[in-house]
């Protein structure tokens, strides 16, 4: 029972984590064949879609170690640009956000975080998705990241619906969905703050969450800096 209840959750998150990459290559292969490209714009699409395939074939790796829980090492952590790992997430959230009309914002106070790429910006996507989703239309969502102490703090804010005092114990909880209303404004399975917690803490993190309905939702990754 306990193997078929890990390679159902299995499923369920590698198909969650796909989604991202493959709207990528769906959409750049599509502009290769589509459209007239320049010879430059016919080599950067060539370029993202063979990154995209290259980063679902690491991420589905790992979740599958990670979800399974075994013993593998399954972090390759280092020492990584923010300003790089914001800019590559810019880019890959930029169509969701556009599509309404969302506005995302960038803060940082440092340059530098330890830990591994994929899956900390596999982390914020996550965390960006969920936010997208229950953001309104024309309001804002800001990624931020700060060190206090011996932390690295990822923060992302939204300006959406926010949650209820009653489902913020079990935002995190696998498979859960807070109330009928949040629950009718997207599709999703309940699996993308779960992701997001168990990567937090592979990294020796955690994440924790601040919300007022009506208000908006402040997520925040706090990770060791490194030694």
Do not use: W
Not at 41 to 70: F, G, P, W, Y
Not at 78 to 88: A, H
């Amino acid at each position: 029972e306990e193997q078929a209840r890990r390679r159902g959750l299995l499923l369920g998150a590698l198909t969650h984590e796909m989604k991202t990459p493959m709207t990528a290559i769906i959409g750049f292969s599509d502009s290769l064949i589509s459209m007239p490209l320049s010879e430059e714009k016919r080599m950067e699409a060539s370029h993202d879609i063979h990154e995209a395939a290259l980063r679902t074939e690491r991420l589905s790796q790992k979740m599958m170690q990670l979800i399974a829980m075994t013993d593998c090492p399954v972090l390759v952590k280092r020492r990584l640009s923010v300003d790089e790992l914001f800019q590559q997430i810019q880019s890959m959230m930029q169509e969701p956000m556009a599509n309404k009309a969302l506005s995302l914002c960038v803060h940082m106070e440092s340059d530098f975080l330890q830990g591994d790429a994929d899956l900390i910006v596999c982390l914020l996507t996550n965390l960006i998705d969920n936010a997208i989703k229950y953001t309104p239309e024309g309001g804002k969502i800001t990624l931020g990241m700060r060190k206090e102490e011996r932390q690295c703090i990822l923060t992302v804010t939204d300006t959406g619906t926010g949650i209820s005092p009653e489902d913020l114990t079990r935002v995190f909880d696998r498979f859960y969905r807070c109330d009928e209303a949040r629950k009718a404004q997207s599709a999703g399975h309940g699996l993308g703050l779960s992701i997001a917690r168990i990567i937090a803490v592979a990294h020796g993190g955690k994440i924790r969450v601040r919300s007022k309905v009506g208000v908006g939702t402040t997520f925040s990754v706090l990770l060791p800096t490194e030694d």
